[in-house]
């Protein structure tokens, strides 16, 4: 297919979007490039996002279930010790280890790893670094950054985004962070436990945007049992650095009286926005949206013959898995096959203590839909969850009144991550709640409660 061009597909990014659908693209016999500015690939998921982000909270949650007693409780007495240098270097060897990984894939199935920023020059010419490739395809997976909060300044010292504080050099005194959303919840935890004082300033009345109302707010009363401090309906209207201290001024997001804070770490949270800027889509004949993102059809096609574009960059939540599906599905389609994202069944995890996972509708989302059914299960009813002292959280399932059809799943539970995939998995086979609670569930594991949730919505639960 490559005479004319230099190459069939060109995916530009090499992020869990972008990486997965060049290797794809390869393994379907296509002739493929990825274009990386970065060093290392992987994109922000295995750099700076996903991967030590989990390694830094496995770690420090570790410490604090030796720190807070809870290790204790089960006979296993320690005081430990926090060695700050040995975890982030263990956070480090993830990322080298994975972004490698990624590299002996790229060579494994014969994609090319082109070294620099791309920009397009017309639809099927870009220019990387010094060099200028054609190809019949390409795929824009640049991904997102960063979004700045006008007027404050990420120093990466004092006022850190993400990036900044999954290396913070020691443990703050005092850490605000900025948006109670995933990255401020799961960010200020690490640095929670491991002993800073954390307060979270949220502009909604609730933490966690998209989740489901029940689930935000009992994760805010578990966070705040915690030791999380959460000023909830409050704007940050000035950050102002002094030396290693940051005088924050908060005001109600209402209107009203403005108050000051103190911080020696001030972490920037408010969500990300797509990556273009540089990208000159223009000279392919594409524009982005209002939001900042370009615009795709079902099968990821962009309004530009030949240009087709995934992940962060375009509409939709922005996660690797998410991420990572479309990159197979249009290489499928580039193929002439037929590739396929169910986007109504893209689970959510937070990677808190509990995990706090959904997928499908909210409860809120689906009664504007049509009369529903809610089964609940707690926790603390749960065998296994009971047994290793995880009394916190529940399992909530949503489901069509007439149909019975699940619509959505919401977990609050120390494996919540791991329970929604079997969610996940019933929705995409259009599960009844009833398909679901005469599933054998294996005895005693956590999953058993997304069982006694289901056989709640009619009414008939056994352990509570
Ligand atoms: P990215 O991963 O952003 O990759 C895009 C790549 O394109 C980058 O490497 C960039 O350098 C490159 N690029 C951009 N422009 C150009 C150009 N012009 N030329 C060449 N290369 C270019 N999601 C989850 O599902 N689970 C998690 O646990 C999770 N944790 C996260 C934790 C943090 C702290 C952050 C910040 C994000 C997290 N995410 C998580 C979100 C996840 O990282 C993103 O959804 C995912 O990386 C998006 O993949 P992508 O391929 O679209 O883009
Ligand atoms: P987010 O969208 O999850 O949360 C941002 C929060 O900041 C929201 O609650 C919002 O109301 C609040 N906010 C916005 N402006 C504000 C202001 N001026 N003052 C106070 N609060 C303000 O964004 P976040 O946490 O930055 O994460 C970005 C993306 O990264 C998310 O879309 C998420 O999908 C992804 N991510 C996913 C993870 C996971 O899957 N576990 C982990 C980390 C990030």
Redesign the pocket.
Known sequence: MADKYDYDVLV????????VAAIRAAQLGLKTAC????ETL????L????I???AMLHASELYDEAASGRMAKLGIKVTPELDLDTMHGQRKDAVKQLTGGIEYLFKKNKVTWLK????FEDAHKVK?GDDTVTAKNIVI??????TPLPGVEIDQKVVVD??GA?ELPKVPEHMVVIGGG??GL??GSVWRRLGAKVTCIEFLDQILPGFDGDVRKESNKIFKKQGIDFKLGTKVSKVAVKGDKATLTLEPAKGGDAETMEADCVLVSIG?RP?TD??ALDKAGLKTNQRGQIAIDHDFRTGVDGVWA????VPGP??????EDE?IAVAENIAGQTGIVNHDIIPS?V?TWPEIAGVGLTEEAAKEKGEVKVGKFPMMANSRAKTNHEPDGFVKVIADAKTDRVLGVWCIASVAGTMIAQAAQAMEFGATSEDIAYTCHAHPTHSEAVKEAAMAVTGKPIHI
Do not use: F, Q, W
């Open positions: 530009i990014g090499a992020g869990p979007g972008g990486y274009a990386e500015s970065r992987g994109g922000t998921c750099n700076v996002g996903c030590p982000s989990k620099g920023r791309a920009a990387v997976a640049t991904g997102s950054s960063v993400s990036t999954l995933v990255i799961e960010l990300r990556n540089g990208l995934i992940g962060d960059v922005m996660l690797a898995h998410k991420a990159g995890v990677y």
